[in-house]
């Protein structure tokens, strides 16, 4: 079966601190991807990366960046976190020939 | 672009009930559809998926039958069950394999006994 985790399941962080996020996949899949869920507005899609070092901006990237040095992981990185960024995030993986995406458990992240 | 609607929750039924989830979608060509379940606390797994029309994809009681004709992937279950309390998403692929699929907002299911 396809793993995906993520570092935490829960995390509080202050405004202003830089926060990581942590994706890795075990199925040596090509595509990541990292959405933020929201009561109301379902899943929102920040980045994706095609392969290792390349990255492509989702729907809302302002506020944050990602990095994919090795191809099984993929960080979420908040510069400097804010309240607004109080959401629960999730990572996924694909291949390019299967196109349905495997998610990982989740990261409810709160800043205070 | 490519869109997906999804009808509006919360949707609460009795125990045995029969469940309709209505999902549209608006694309080019031929995509690939999906529902996704998200139950309490946890990420998304995928329910069923449909690649060409007329499929039908199904997976513990529940079913959805890909209409190109009407450009809809219903999902449907005969008799619910308090356990398929969750949250339902609708999505599509399109046929790239690199770009990421697009989906509905959610439609958040309770089931009461």
């Known amino acids: 079966d396809v793993k995906v985790t993520q570092s935490s399941r829960y995390l509080v962080k202050r405004t202003g601190e830089k926060v990581f996020l942590e994706c890795v996949q075990d199925?040596?899949?090509?595509?990541m991807f990292w959405y933020r869920q929201d009561p109301g507005l379902g899943l929102r899609l920040i980045y994706f990366s095609y392969d290792v070092k390349m990255k492509e901006k989702g729907d809302i990237p302002e506020g944050y960046s990602v990095s994919r040095e090795k191809k099984e992981r993929f960080s979420l990185i908040l510069e400097s976190a804010s309240t607004n960024q109080t959401s629960m995030y999730l990572c996924?993986?694909?291949?390019?020939?299967?196109?349905?995406?495997?998610f990982g458990p989740g990261t409810r992240l709160t800043v205070l | 672009g490519n869109s997906v609607t999804q009808m509006e929750g919360p949707v609460t039924l009795s125990e045995e009930a029969f469940l309709t989830i209505n999902c549209t979608y608006t694309?080019?060509?031929?995509?690939?559809l999906f529902w996704y379940v998200q139950y309490p606390g946890e990420g998304l797994q995928l329910l069923l998926k449909a690649t060409k029309a007329d499929d039908k994809g199904s997976n513990k009681g529940f079913e959805a039958t890909y209409r190109k004709e009407t450009t809809s992937f219903h999902l449907e279950k005969g008799s619910v069950q308090v356990s398929d309390s969750a949250v339902y998403f609708c999505a599509l692929s399109d046929q790239s394999g690199n770009t990421p699929l697009v989906f509905g907002k959610g439609t958040r299911l309770s089931v009461i006994a």
């Open positions: 199925m040596d899949h090509e595509n």
């Open positions: 694309a080019t060509g031929y995509p690939s």
């Open positions: 996924a993986s694909s291949t390019s020939r299967v196109r349905e995406q495997f």
